[in-house]
């Protein structure tokens, strides 16, 4: 079945970087455009990129652009999410997700929290 697990949240300060991982199985991962949505304590939830399925295209929201940088393994079956010079607005549950525009499958998330 298709699944997607992401890794690599935690407790950062303001300022620091973190890169998020997640790892898909049961479907052709080369085949498919990816996302990353994130959603704040209490709030809805945001996208934060996607990337096509070669890699070749990324798209940003304006809160993350210059900060956050997508990328994909499509030998490693591998959607990232680098996050640098991070911010307590940052602070969320991220998910990756299959597809673009339209989402097809989440993973179950990982918590990032950016406080000092």
């Known amino acids: 079945q298709v699944q997607l697990v992401e890794s690599g949240g935690g407790l950062v300060q303001p300022g620091g970087s973190l890169r998020l991982s997640c790892a898909a199985s049961?479907?052709?991962?080369?085949?498919?455009?990816m996302s990353w949505v994130r959603q704040a304590p209490g709030k809805g939830l945001e996208w934060v990129s996607d990337?096509?399925?070669?890699?070749?295209?990324?798209y940003y929201a304006d809160s993350v652009k210059g900060r956050f940088t997508i990328s994909r393994d499509n030998a490693k079956n591998t959607l990232y999410l680098q996050m640098n010079s991070l911010k307590p607005e940052d602070t969320a549950v991220y998910y990756c997700?299959?597809?673009?525009?339209?989402?097809?499958?989440w993973g179950q998330g990982t918590l990032v929290t950016v406080s000092s």
């Open positions: 997700a299959k597809g673009q525009v339209i989402l097809e499958v």
């Open positions: 049961g479907f052709t991962f080369s085949s498919y455009a």
């Open positions: 990337i096509n399925s070669g890699g070749g295209s990324t």
